[in-house]
């Protein structure tokens, strides 16, 4: 595909825009995929960080033996906190940290950050 700018959406394959969107994004998935070792199915394109973030949870959920516990910053972005709380309503016991003690050592919660 060339590199001109086409803007359509990439599941409207009826019409060449949406073919071409489509196999832009199919490359990019496999070139994201090479980048990190991963096979291109499981690289999921998003819209953007909140549909990202929902995702990623609901998924990680679904792989959760029982006791099914998720543990999260009061402090993450709302989307975050509106999904763990949907989890909770699922039966999901969901630990909010509230804060930390002074004498905590602490690892950054996200795995990545724009």
Known sequence: MDQAICFANPASVQHEAGRRVAEAVECARGQVAALVGA???E???CSGA???NDLALKGLAGEQP???RLVVLA???HAVLDTTRSL???GFK???L???EPATSWVRSRRSSN
């Open 88 to 90: 909770a309503r699922r």
């Open 98 to 100: 509230a804060g930390l």
């Open 50 to 52: 909140t549909e990202a």
């Open 39 to 41: 096979d291109r199915r």
């Open 66 to 68: 029982e006791p099914r």
């Open 43 to 45: 690289v999921v394109p």
């Open 94 to 96: 969901i630990m909010e």
């Open 75 to 77: 402090t993450e972005h």
